[in-house]
């Protein structure tokens, strides 16, 4: 005990290492910030393809496809980092010029969080109601923008939610770097703390990744319910202003932006005819067709035998 408390005195009394430690804070920042961003790009792309791909889903594509897509994603996610890493290096070196510090850490990081951040949206957009989508489908609205305007738009709230989640982890993903020649404060907790026997130079570093995690989960939490209030607040917004008016302009205002319309509306059944006399129309098809109840007229709400 007297030793560890020895070696705090004299880390705190240590200019030089302090500022490693600013430099390893910084280095630690702006390498998860890098790999999250494009983690983040990456793993939309594939949660969408695995979400609208699937055989029920908006844009379904061929079985071997998906198969050997979901293989790929599944065997990225089941090896460890620092294997990974290791295997990953000469992709660094191609890339970046080096093996060693923070930037040649960025590239294994992507490829390690990117699997991972892919299902977490997979997660995500499956959450939104199979009646949203299916309204807009009716509506005659392509597979792009039942992707950009309903399911997105939808699941905006859980996909701040999990993007925290990917930050944290590559966060901690960074840390584990310093063991192979990452750079941050995992450099510095192995390099001048574990292999030094320098407990309290350890101690400090993780301390820091603690309070590091704590700031950017607190951000990312206030950011998931304040996108969820506004999302709601918007979407009540959009509902009320259809209720004010007593015409029917569903297919121009759906198509505009299905998800406003479709989420937070009750649904009717229309006689295609009907509906594409009034709006003009032929998006719809088939003798009846599901739309939000509050584009409707009043007295067409819960019964259809006043309809034209």
Known sequence: MDKF????????????????????IWDTIYSTVAATLVACVLGIILGIILVAGEEDGVRPLPGPVMKVLNFAINILRSVPFLILMIMVLPLSELL???????????????????SFVARLVETSLREVDKGVIEAAQSMGCSPF????????????????????????????????????????LGKIAINYGYYKYNYAVMLIAVVFIVVLVQIFQSLGTLSAATVHVLHYCHATKHHHRHNQYNKVHSAACLLSNPSRCAAHCFYTSVPSDSLYRISGRKALLGSYATIPSSVLPYKWRHSTEHMP
């Open 96 to 114: 970046v010029g080096t093996t060693i510090g923070t930037v040649a850490s960025i590239p294994p990081l992507i490829i390690a969080s990117a």
């Open 145 to 184: 923008q039942i992707i950009w305007k309903v399911i997105l738009p939808e699941s905006l709230p859980s996909l701040v939610a999990s993007f925290t989640t990917a930050f944290i982890t590559i966060l901690g993903y960074g840390a584990m770097a310093g063991a192979i020649g990452g750079g941050g």
């Open 5 to 24: 408390m020895q070696q705090m005195r004299e880390a705190f009394a240590n200019e030089a290492l302090w500022k490693e430690f600013q430099t390893g």
